[in-house]
Protein backbone atom coordinates (compact mmCIF):
# COMPACT_ATOMS: atom_id res chain seq x y z
CA UNK A 1 0.00 0.00 0.00
CA UNK A 2 1.39 3.53 -0.68
CA UNK A 3 -0.40 6.70 0.30
CA UNK A 4 -2.72 7.49 2.56
CA UNK A 5 -5.97 5.58 2.71
CA UNK A 6 -8.77 5.68 4.57
CA UNK A 7 -11.76 3.05 4.14
CA UNK A 8 -15.15 3.27 5.11
CA UNK A 9 -17.67 0.41 5.96
CA UNK A 10 -21.27 0.98 6.86
CA UNK A 11 -23.05 -1.90 8.16
CA UNK A 12 -21.14 -4.80 7.10
CA UNK A 13 -17.60 -6.44 8.11
CA UNK A 14 -13.81 -6.73 7.20
CA UNK A 15 -11.98 -9.54 6.68
CA UNK A 16 -8.40 -8.93 6.89
CA UNK A 17 -6.51 -12.72 4.91
CA UNK A 18 -2.66 -10.69 4.58
CA UNK A 19 -0.33 -8.94 6.19
CA UNK A 20 -0.85 -5.05 5.74
CA UNK A 21 2.50 -2.98 5.54
CA UNK A 22 3.47 0.44 5.03
CA UNK A 23 4.89 0.96 1.18
CA UNK A 24 6.79 3.68 1.93
CA UNK A 25 7.04 6.16 4.51
CA UNK A 26 4.44 8.63 3.42
CA UNK A 27 1.64 5.49 3.44
CA UNK A 28 -0.80 5.45 6.04
CA UNK A 29 -4.35 3.63 6.20
CA UNK A 30 -7.33 4.01 8.56
CA UNK A 31 -9.88 1.71 8.15
CA UNK A 32 -13.27 2.27 10.08
CA UNK A 33 -15.97 -0.62 10.29
CA UNK A 34 -19.56 0.72 11.58
CA UNK A 35 -22.36 -1.28 12.30
CA UNK A 36 -25.52 -0.75 10.14
CA UNK A 37 -28.00 2.09 10.88
CA UNK A 38 -31.41 0.41 11.14
CA UNK A 39 -30.00 -2.97 13.13
CA UNK A 40 -27.01 -2.53 15.30
CA UNK A 41 -26.49 -6.24 15.45
CA UNK A 42 -25.08 -6.39 11.97
CA UNK A 43 -21.83 -5.36 10.97
CA UNK A 44 -19.21 -3.44 12.32
CA UNK A 45 -16.49 -6.29 12.56
CA UNK A 46 -13.18 -6.56 12.07
CA UNK A 47 -12.00 -9.96 11.20
CA UNK A 48 -8.55 -11.32 11.12
CA UNK A 49 -7.53 -14.69 9.62
CA UNK A 50 -5.01 -16.66 11.85
CA UNK A 51 -2.58 -16.43 9.42
CA UNK A 52 -1.99 -12.83 9.53
CA UNK A 53 0.67 -11.47 11.78
CA UNK A 54 1.43 -7.99 10.93
CA UNK A 55 -0.97 -4.81 9.95
CA UNK A 56 0.06 -1.37 9.91
CA UNK A 57 -2.27 1.41 10.39
CA UNK A 58 -4.97 2.64 12.57
CA UNK A 59 -8.46 1.07 12.86
CA UNK A 60 -11.83 1.62 14.44
CA UNK A 61 -14.26 -1.64 14.78
CA UNK A 62 -17.77 -0.54 16.35
CA UNK A 63 -17.88 -4.08 17.09
CA UNK A 64 -15.35 -6.29 17.58
CA UNK A 65 -11.86 -7.37 16.47
CA UNK A 66 -12.10 -10.91 15.82
CA UNK A 67 -10.06 -14.11 14.62
CA UNK A 68 -11.65 -15.99 11.89
CA UNK A 69 -10.12 -18.99 9.42
CA UNK A 70 -13.00 -17.99 6.16
CA UNK A 71 -11.19 -21.65 4.95
CA UNK A 72 -12.96 -23.49 7.70
CA UNK A 73 -15.55 -20.81 8.29
CA UNK A 74 -14.81 -20.76 12.36
CA UNK A 75 -14.45 -17.80 14.68
CA UNK A 76 -11.50 -18.24 17.28
CA UNK A 77 -13.02 -17.80 20.95
CA UNK A 78 -12.36 -19.20 24.20
CA UNK A 79 -14.90 -21.72 24.28
CA UNK A 80 -14.46 -23.25 20.45
CA UNK A 81 -10.53 -22.52 20.26
CA UNK A 82 -7.96 -25.75 20.75
CA UNK A 83 -4.25 -25.80 21.51
CA UNK A 84 -2.21 -25.37 17.93
CA UNK A 85 -5.25 -22.92 16.22
CA UNK A 86 -3.93 -20.13 17.37
CA UNK A 87 -0.38 -20.52 17.03
CA UNK A 88 0.82 -16.95 15.84
CA UNK A 89 1.23 -13.58 17.24
CA UNK A 90 -0.85 -10.88 15.90
CA UNK A 91 0.96 -7.64 15.94
CA UNK A 92 -1.12 -4.39 14.88
CA UNK A 93 1.36 -1.16 14.17
CA UNK A 94 -0.80 1.87 14.81
CA UNK A 95 -3.86 2.32 17.08
CA UNK A 96 -7.07 0.08 17.23
CA UNK A 97 -10.16 0.95 19.03
CA UNK A 98 -12.64 -1.55 19.21
CA UNK A 99 -15.93 -3.41 21.83
CA UNK A 100 -13.22 -5.84 22.88
CA UNK A 101 -9.81 -3.36 23.03
CA UNK A 102 -8.14 -4.31 26.01
CA UNK A 103 -4.74 -2.45 27.38
Given at each position: ????K??I????????????????????LA?V??????????????Y???????????????G????Y??????I??????????L??Q??????????????
Open positions: MTGKTIVRGGNVLIDTDMYYGDSNSMLVLRNENDRTKGGNIVDPKVTNIVGAGYAESLISDASVGKFDIGNTVEGDTRLLWYGSLFSANTVG
